[in-house]
């Protein structure tokens, strides 16, 4: 069965700190991969997501993923973060000729200024 | 439209109470979704509808029945929950292939008394 690992359960970083958030994922075929944010109070937000061609792909909000097959992962990266980042971060895979996605268990990302 | 909504915001209920969460999308995506987010927990896929059809049951219990009345209607139909049961339930679609994105809804926030 298909899993998902988010190893950074909690982050804490100052404005202007650099952020990588790693996803591990546990299936050998095609996958779909997914990055939503959920800030405080509100409903999941897609910030960027893998589904073919490059493997480094932009999202919004200044956030990027980079998809390395050879070692599962589909880490999440932001140059510069900002107080409003504060929120928690969901890795999420869809396993190809499938309907199903799962989430990681998140990373809750603080943000000082 | 591109948006999922889901009604109602948040639902009280008694344990030997009968109600139901809809769901209702406007973007001719295929498959519709439930999900359960507990509190500073991942969402846990429930049910998938491909073409108004049930495709999966993550093992749900039967106190949760699921409906699709057509392709734009998702309900979630709620009898005998336990207190154990209160949740954040999120409706989600996607497009074909799946690949292409999930799109979720702000949930109904459920509390069992």
């Known amino acids: 069965a298909q899993s998902v690992s988010q190893h950074n359960h909690h982050v804490i970083l100052s404005e202007a700190a650099s952020l990588e958030l790693g996803c591990n994922y546990s299936y050998g075929g095609t996958v779909n991969l997914f990055w939503y944010v959920q800030y405080p109070g509100q409903h999941l937000q897609l910030l960027l997501k893998?589904?073919?061609?490059?493997?480094l792909v932009k999202g919004i909000k200044g956030f990027e993923a980079e998809f390395i097959k050879s070692k599962f992962s589909f880490n999440l990266r932001k140059p510069s973060v900002q107080w409003s980042d504060t929120a928690e971060y969901f890795c999420a895979v869809n396993a190809g000729n499938t309907d199903k996605l799962i989430f990681g268990t998140g990373t809750r990302l603080q943000v000082f200024p | 439209d591109t948006e999922v909504t889901q009604t109602p915001k948040h639902l009280v209920m008694g344990m030997t109470n009968k109600k139901s969460l809809k769901c209702e999308q406007h973007?001719?995506?295929?498959?519709m979704y439930w999900y359960k987010q507990k509190a500073k927990k991942p969402p846990e896929l429930m049910f998938v509808y491909s073409y108004e059809k049930l495709s999966i049951n993550e093992s749900v219990p039967s106190r949760f029945s699921p409906e699709c009345p057509n392709s734009s209607l998702l309900n979630l139909h709620l009898h005998a929950l336990q207190p154990e049961d209160s949740a954040l339930y999120l409706c989600?679609?996607?497009?074909?292939?799946?690949?292409?994105?999930?799109?979720f809804g702000s949930g109904t926030r459920l509390t069992v008394v």
């Open positions: 989600a679609s996607s497009q074909d292939p799946v690949g292409y994105g999930y799109t």
């Open positions: 973007m001719g995506h295929r498959a």
């Open positions: 893998y589904f073919s061609g490059d493997p």
